[in-house]
């Protein structure tokens, strides 16, 4: 199974199902894209650094439930099992909007003053946000973690 470039888009050359392109923004700001499909009984997954070399995955699906009135192909379940990839993805860090990238804060972790020594040293937090601000539409939206 092959796949062609268009646009810096992944199109598989044949396909039973295909999910959309996701997006996510890696540690160094790079914008990584992940692509699955699937084509008879096996589901296939492109990911890696836009405009890079992507690279291709694959795996053979069973039929499940053989001989059951629940019973599915191996084209079906391979569909199923290409779909929950893709809920999957959306559900971690992946989004189908190039520039919609989810990220959230940090969690902060309670401070018990039992185990404080003084005299004590701190330091701000440099590399990592505790909540978020959003604006859109002219709504402003507080984002925090939730432990």
């Known amino acids: 199974m092959s796949f062609t470039i268009k646009n810096n888009i992944p199109v598989?050359?044949?396909?039973?199902?295909?999910?959309?392109?996701?997006y996510h923004t890696g540690k160094k700001?790079?914008?990584r894209i992940?692509?699955?499909?699937?084509?008879?009984?096996?589901?296939?997954?492109?990911?890696?650094t836009e405009g890079g070399q992507l690279q291709l995955s694959q795996f053979q699906v069973e039929p499940k439930n053989i001989s059951?009135?629940?019973a599915t192909t191996g084209e079906a379940?391979?569909?199923?099992?290409a779909q929950a990839l893709e809920v999957k993805q959306l559900k971690r860090k992946y989004s189908t909007q190039?520039?919609?990238?989810?990220?959230s804060p940090m969690l902060?972790?309670?401070?018990?003053?039992?185990k404080l020594t003084l005299p004590a040293h701190c330091q701000t937090k440099l590399d990592g946000m505790r909540a978020l601000t959003i604006k859109q539409n002219g709504v402003v939206k507080l984002i925090s973690g939730v432990a």
Not at 12 to 22: E, F, I, R, Y
Not at 77 to 81: G, L, P, T
Not at 98 to 103: T, V
Not at 108 to 114: I, L, N, T, V, W
Request: one cysteine or more.
């Open 12 to 22: 598989p050359t044949q396909c039973s199902w295909v999910s959309d392109v996701l």
């Open 29 to 31: 700001g790079e914008v």
């Open 34 to 48: 992940w692509r699955t499909w699937s084509y008879k009984d096996k589901v296939y997954t492109v990911y890696g």
């Open 68 to 70: 059951k009135a629940n």
């Open 77 to 81: 379940q391979a569909i199923k099992e």
């Open 98 to 103: 190039r520039n919609r990238a989810k990220f």
């Open 108 to 114: 902060a972790h309670e401070f018990k003053s039992q």
